[in-house]
């Protein structure tokens, strides 16, 4: 499979600030990619340069094979911003009438957009009376126009509601399965964890881990944690038989290498009935997220 987007060797250099250095990855058709990375890590560049509103330094970026800035890259991908604006007194529909007209498509293709981002029912309100989540969608319609291959996303869902996030997420999702390549930065860990398929982590300029959820977990090696909950009175017992675990909020809490924890479990397998519950927590994306950025500050 070709990749939607390929970038190799990424530099780029304000003055003597190294803003990316030395940044490579691929992103393939169908894929949700995140980009995590403390401010100042160099996503916005990142971004501006596959946008081609900046130039890089060095290196080589395409976009289904064609250079940022070409036609052919203009035509095959889209920008949501972090905070998009509308003219408030126009309304959906109106607003991406008018994108598409920019675009040299026809307006009459603006309600199956909108419908599509499900705002098929508020295309004829003013944007003035939507609220935060329904002005991204417009956002979201106004980035699909011309079938884009590649969506970049700037904290997409920074502002929404849980509700409107999830909905947000799902049109990804069915964007995605149609083949649009995703890549969105974010902040929010948590949403990222559950709806992207590879995370990116960025510090200071450099892509400091790359992978699955999983493969992160394995490279970092963090510890896991376990919560056993003892049945009435059998507290002292378990903590006994597991060396280290301290009691937190009526619980015992512990943590062992991965490498232990198979040997770990067992022996609270072993502990039988004393057993009310056991709780395994594997690192967080936030854990891991937190180990490589320092790793890279190092
Ligand atoms: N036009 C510019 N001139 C000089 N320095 C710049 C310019 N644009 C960005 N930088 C610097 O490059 C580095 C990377 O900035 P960038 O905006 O890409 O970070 P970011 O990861 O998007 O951060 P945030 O999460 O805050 O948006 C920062 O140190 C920033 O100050």
Do not use: W
């Not at 169908?30 to 971004?47: C, D, P, Q, W």
């Amino acid at each position: 499979m070709t990749s939607t987007l390929k970038i190799s060797a990424l530099t780029k250099r304000f003055g003597d600030l190294a803003a990316l250095g030395g940044v490579s990855l691929t992103v393939a058709p169908g894929e949700r990619v995140a980009l995590l990375g403390h401010n100042g890590a160099g996503k916005s560049t990142l971004m501006k340069i596959i946008l081609g509103l900046i130039p890089a330094t060095g290196g080589e970026v395409t976009i289904c094979d064609a250079a940022p800035g070409s036609p052919a890259a203009r035509r095959a991908v889209a920008y949501l911003p972090e905070n998009v604006a509308f003219h408030p007194a126009l309304t959906g529909e109106e607003q991406i009438r008018h994108y598409l007209s920019l675009r040299g498509e026809s307006p009459s293709l603006a309600m199956g957009l909108l419908e599509k981002v499900g705002l098929g029912q508020a295309a004829r309100r003013r944007i003035g009376t939507y609220s935060k989540g329904m002005r991204q969608r417009v956002g979201l319609a106004q980035a699909l126009i011309g079938n884009p291959r590649l969506l970049v996303l700037d904290e997409p869902t920074s502002g929404l509601d849980p509700v409107s996030r999830r909905e947000f997420y799902a049109l990804l999702d069915d964007l995605a399965a149609q083949g649009a390549s995703i890549l969105l930065s974010s902040h929010a860990l948590t949403e990222v964890e559950a709806r992207t398929d590879r995370i990116l982590i960025l510090s200071r300029g450099r892509l400091v881990a790359e992978g699955t959820l999983s493969d992160l977990r394995r490279r970092a090696d963090l510890p896991v944690t376990m919560h056993v909950t003892a049945r009435n009175g059998y507290a002292p017992d378990i903590a006994r038989a597991l060396p280290g675990a301290i009691l937190v909020d009526g619980a015992l809490h512990l943590t062992c290498a991965q490498t232990e924890k198979l040997e770990t479990l067992g022996r609270i397998a072993g502990l039988g009935d004393k057993v009310a519950d056991l709780e395994v927590l594997p690192p967080s994306l936030e854990d891991l997220y937190s180990h490589f950025s320092q790793q890279g500050a190092q």
